[in-house]
C-alpha cells in the first residue's frame, strides 16, 4: 500500500472516530475507486497513480459542479464542493500559472520540441514532473501554445 493510500485509510478511520458520517463516505468512494483500479489491472497503485485517480476524481466533481450550479441545484452543488474540498485535502500544493509556464517552456527547450508531433513526449515528461500538482488541461495547452507559436 503506497503511503498515500495509507493516508487516506488512517483518514477514514480517524473521521469514522469522530463521527463525520459525510466525509467518510466521500473517503470510502474514493478508496473504493483506487482498489477496483488495482483489482481490475491487477497491480498495487503508487503514489502518483493514486494522484492520478484523485484528480480524475476532483474533474468529475468539478464538471458535476458546473452543472448543478448553472442549473440551479444550489443542493447539490453544496455536495460536490463538499467532496471537492476533501479530496484537495489529499493533493500536493498546486503550481501557480507562471510555474506551470515556466516547466512547460524548460521541457520543450530541453526535448528540442518545435512542432505538434513532440507534444506527446512533452506531456509525458511534464506529467511526470508535476504529478498532481497541476492541471493537465492547463499544461496541455501551454505546451499546444508554445509548440504553435
Known amino acids: 500500500m503506497s503511503p498515500l493510500q495509507q493516508h487516506i485509510a488512517d483518514t477514514i478511520i480517524t473521521s469514522m472516530k469522530a463521527r463525520e458520517i459525510e466525509r467518510v463516505k466521500v ?23 493514486v494522484l492520478d485517480v484523485l484528480q480524475k476524481q476532483l474533474k ?11 442549473n440551479d441545484r444550489d443542493d447539490l452543488a453544496a455536495k460536490e464542493q463538499f467532496e ?5 485535502e489529499f493533493m ?9 509556464a ?29 504529478a498532481g500538482r497541476a492541471d493537465p488541461a492547463l499544461i496541455s495547452k501551454l505546451v499546444k501554445e508554445a ?3
Not at 468529475?60 to 448553472?70: G, V
Not at 500536493?92 to 506551470?100: A, L, R, V
Not at 516547466?103 to 513532440?118: C, F, H, K, P, W
Open 27 to 49: 473517503m470510502r468512494n474514493v478508496q473504493a475507486v483506487i482498489k477496483q483500479i488495482e483489482v481490475d489491472r491487477r497491480i498495487e497503485l503508487d503514489d502518483a497513480d
Open 60 to 70: 468529475q466533481r468539478q464538471e458535476s459542479l458546473a452543472i448543478f450550479t448553472e
Open 84 to 88: 471537492i474540498n476533501i479530496i484537495n
Open 92 to 100: 500536493p500544493k498546486q503550481m501557480d500559472d507562471s510555474e506551470i
Open 102 to 130: 515556466a516547466l512547460v517552456n524548460t521541457e520543450i527547450a530541453a526535448q528540442g520540441a518545435t512542432s505538434m508531433r513532440d507534444m506527446g513526449a512533452v506531456m509525458g515528461s511534464l506529467k511526470k514532473k508535476t
Open 147 to 149: 509548440l504553435q507559436g
